[in-house]
């Protein structure tokens, strides 16, 4: 049997992993677009802080890890799926056979249509090669301007600050992190990062970028021209629609991501957002399946189908998909939204249907003071939605109340006057399941 993976971020190297336990004997191939091997995008803000080195964002540290398990590692970049030949061209020439196919092709950065936006100081942080692009012109005193404060760009903020640089970030959301946080919380995290040293613009959005006349600024300015080196790309203006204006010597684009499916077309492979699967991670084609960020799967609380771009979500989709393609038969609850973020030393989490539901009750509890925060969303008497920030010793309990739908009978009355109590809520709950058990 042969099996060959397109991607081998966490969920093309889990199912790699699931299906050589599987099938100790199967021919096992991960196909990767970079030179490096697998590594973590979510491990490069610690790249750039210096908390790790290049080999610390690596998903297994092993020596030789894939080639003692016979996983073979191919670098090349999938340009077209041929289900019906079952075979997979990539970008170099080389054309693969499948007899299981898994696609975990991941996301893309969202390139926003902004004139100067393919100026030479302007980066994405998704690959390593970004990354060491970044780390060359974030010095301390230089000019940094990112655009896109969501879950991913909040992560490069803190980078981003630790080393030292004038941050200014512009979301056009009118909170920050607004696809995983309330209004409420999203403006706390905004007043946090102000407090903190951070320009931040929420509403607001980055019309233009255009060279200045100012040489960059900081260390990095002053190095080059001591020691007669390659003079730096020219600082950038940035005018945002509010007409305000900001001079970057460095432009993160943050600006969210989307999933990689382009190399698709006429494969008959059904897309939407993402690749349609089914609760076996199997697409529209028989014996083709995807996980991780490309994939679109039914959501666990809504039951719609939705692109949950989350690495526990990745991990577990992966997982499930290499079972299935090893015919061992396994389905998926679902797709649960868990974030869990660390701003500038602010915590910050959401579980599930964090933004409520029509026909259910919610309450929200706010001490600005302190930057404490706690916002529970109910459907029926099942709290279906949380979102936190400050707040760490229940994150747990928030989530394990989602994820198992436990009724919470009249301790939802308890918590709509006072949300704190839900661990006592979920231990009481806990405590009568337990009656009703076989002893």
Not at 75 to 88: L, N
Request: hydrophobic share 40%; proline share 5%; net charge neutral.
């Amino acid at each position: 049997m042969k099996h060959v993976i397109i991607g081998n971020g966490p969920a093309g190297v889990v199912a790699a992993e699931a299906l050589r336990k599987a099938n100790p004997k199967s021919e096992i191939t991960m196909i990767g677009d970079e030179p490096e091997p697998p590594y973590s995008r979510m491990a490069i803000p610690y790249l750039l802080m210096g908390n790790v080195k290049e080999d610390g964002t690596y998903l297994r540290k092993g020596q030789g890890h894939f080639e003692k398990l016979g996983i073979k590692l191919v670098v090349g970049r999938a340009e077209k799926i041929d289900t019906q030949a079952k075979t997979v061209k990539l970008n170099n020439g080389t054309t693969l056979a499948y007899d299981r196919l898994l696609i975990a092709t991941g996301s893309q950065p969202i390139k926003p249509p902004i004139p100067g936006i393919d100026a030479p100081n302007v980066h994405s942080c998704w690959t390593m090669s970004d990354a060491r692009h970044i780390i060359s012109l974030a010095k301390p005193g230089s000019r940094v301007l990112q655009i896109g404060a969501g879950f991913i760009g909040c992560i490069i903020m803190e980078a981003l600050a630790s080393r030292g640089v004038q941050l200014t970030v512009v979301e056009m959301g009118d909170r920050m992190v607004p696809r995983m946080m309330t209004p409420g919380a999203g403006t706390m995290i905004k007043k946090w990062c102000e407090k903190k040293g951070v320009a931040v613009h929420t509403g607001a959005r980055v019309e233009s970028l255009s060279p200045s006349a100012d040489k960059p600024e900081g260390l990095m300015g002053k190095l080059k021209s001591m020691l007669g080196a390659e003079e730096a790309p020219a600082a950038l203006i940035a005018k945002l629609n509010t007409g305000a204006e900001v001079t970057a010597d460095l432009v993160i684009s943050a600006a969210g991501v989307k999933p990689n499916i382009g190399f698709l077309e006429g494969s008959g492979i059904k897309t939407h957002t993402g690749i349609i699967v089914n609760e076996k991670m199997e697409t529209s084609v028989s014996g083709v399946y995807a996980a991780g960020d490309v994939a679109e799967a039914v959501d666990f609380n809504t039951g719609e189908m939705t692109v949950n771009a989350i690495q526990p979500n990745a991990v577990e989709q992966g997982r499930l998909a290499a079972l299935n393609m090893a015919g061992k038969a396994s389905v998926s609850q679902g797709s649960l939204a868990v974030n869990v973020l660390d701003t500038l030393g602010l915590i910050s989490s959401s579980f599930g249907q964090w933004w409520g539901d029509t026909k259910g009750e919610s309450v929200e509890m706010k001490d600005d003071a302190n930057f404490r925060y706690l916002s529970l969303q109910f459907k029926d008497d099942v709290l279906i939605g949380a979102t936190s920030i400050g707040l760490t010793d229940h994150v747990g309990v928030l989530r394990g109340l989602i994820q198992t739908k436990t009724r919470l009978g009249a301790w939802k009355d308890k918590l709509l006057h006072d949300p704190t109590h839900v661990m006592e809520a979920y231990l009481a709950q806990a405590q009568a399941q337990s009656k009703f058990l076989p002893q």
